[in-house]
Antibody
Framework: EMQLVESGGGLADPGRSLRLSCTAS????????LNWFRQAPGKGLEWVGF??????????EYAASVRDRFTISRDDAKSIAYLEMNSLQIEDTAVYYC?????????????WGQGTTVIVSS | DIQMTQSPSSLSVSIGDSVTITCRAS??????LNWYQQKPGKAPKLLIY???RLQPGVPSRFSGRGSGTECTLTINGLQPEDIATYFC??????????FGQGTRLDIK
């Protein structure tokens, strides 16, 4: 079964850092790009960022709201993607999801993690 | 950035109803439009990709159509397990990936 599992969420003070992990199983992680999304309480889905597979440079892109604060990386040997979140703000409070982007499905996201909750509060 | 406008934002429905949700893009997205279902406390689930292709395992009462700037998701014969929020998402031009605001279905 193809699966993504996020971890690392929790409570953080404003200005502090957290690192989320997204662990894959059941498919060849290295072959896929990986997105991070977030969803604030009662709100819609917001794209956070994306990391390409190493076949396509392994580079990352970010939403303007997190650029310069968040960093996405990947370890294909461990089938894990990371979202390093620095200088956290109250507005970063959300459930964070990772998802696999499948070019064969027109770049739709066909596998999602269950989400991990980040609460930024003093 | 491509803006996605989804309507309606909410809909009161009865079991057995046919439901249609519309998503409009701010520019031609040539069918790169995906639909997701999200239930409370759960991750989104892919229903339809490339505007009209049913993801394996999704019931055939779900269908999608459209091209250009407008796409629709139709549920024929709504079932209790279909009560959820539905999002459209364009994958034509990213980053950024953009979603519609969501359509929440609830029981009339």
């Amino acid at each position: 079964e193809m699966q993504l599992v996020e971890s690392g969420g929790g409570l953080a003070d404003p200005g502090r850092s957290l690192r989320l992990s997204c662990t894959a199983s059941g498919f060849t992680f290295a072959d896929y790009g990986l997105n991070w999304f977030r969803q604030a309480p009662g709100k819609g889905l917001e794209w956070v960022g994306f990391i390409r597979s190493n076949t396509f440079s392994g580079t990352a892109e970010y939403a303007a709201s997190v650029r310069d604060r968040f960093t996405i990386s990947r370890d294909d040997a461990k089938s894990i993607a990371y979202l390093e979140m620095n200088s956290l703000q109250i507005e970063d409070t959300a459930v964070y999801y990772c998802s696999r982007e499948d070019f064969a499905l027109g770049y739709a996201m066909d596998v999602w993690g269950q989400g991990t909750t980040v609460i930024v509060s003093s | 950035d491509i803006q996605m406008t989804q309507s309606p934002s909410s809909l009161s429905v009865s079991i057995g109803d046919s439901v249609t949700i519309t998503c409009r893009a701010s520019q031609d997205i040539t069918g790169y439009l995906n639909w997701y279902q999200q239930k409370p406390g759960k991750a989104p689930k892919l229903l339809i990709y490339a505007a009209s292709r049913l993801q394996p395992g999704v019931p055939s009462r779900f269908s999608g159509r459209g091209s250009g700037t407008e796409c629709t998701l139709t549920i024929n014969g709504l079932q209790p397990e279909d009560i959820a929020t539905y999002f459209c998402q364009q994958s034509f031009d990213s980053p950024p990936i953009t979603f519609g605001q969501g359509t929440r279905l609830d029981i009339k």
